[in-house]
């Protein structure tokens, strides 16, 4: 009868390390702070936005945005541009979205922002708005 194959003793050592690194590693952190984004929102959105579910105002609610297709809230008239883009508000596009001018990021919009330049508010509003669901 063959012994078992076991690794020698190095390659058991590095394996334990290489899963005591890997275990003790930091989870990913979150991009921003939705505590601080929620004060982001208040000076920057919260004009023309709602979190409130079904409250639109003069741009439509954004409750459950992150992952919503763009130009899709059946009760709320967005601009052909909007509607007609096709894309879907992930957290990339909703920084590329917002990082710019929305005429330049979706010409034809009917939103009128200058865009968000500081990228520690832009990280933190993004977090706040995924957290609206």
């Known amino acids: 009868m063959t012994p078992p194959h076991l690794p020698t003793l190095p390659a058991r050592l590095i394996a334990a390390g290489l899963?005591?690194?890997w275990l003790l590693a930091p989870l990913p952190a979150t991009a921003g702070d939705a505590k601080a984004g929620q004060d982001v929102f208040k000076s920057?959105?919260?004009e023309c936005h709602s979190v409130a579910e079904g409250r639109n105002k003069k741009g439509p609610s954004l409750f459950g945005i992150v992952g919503r297709k763009s130009g899709s809230l059946?009760?709320?008239s967005y601009s052909d541009a909007l509607k007609n883009i096709g894309w879907t508000w992930t957290p990339e596009q909703l920084h590329t979205y917002?990082?710019?001018p929305a005429k330049?990021?979706?010409p034809g919009t009917k939103m009128k922002y200058d865009g968000?330049?500081?990228?520690?508010?832009?990280?933190d509003l993004l977090s706040y708005l995924a957290t609206l669901h």
């Open 19 to 21: 899963l005591t690194g």
């Open 44 to 46: 920057e959105c919260a």
């Open 74 to 76: 059946p009760d709320y």
């Open 98 to 100: 917002l990082s710019q």
């Open 104 to 106: 330049q990021a979706n």
């Open 116 to 123: 968000l330049d500081n990228a520690k508010d832009l990280d």
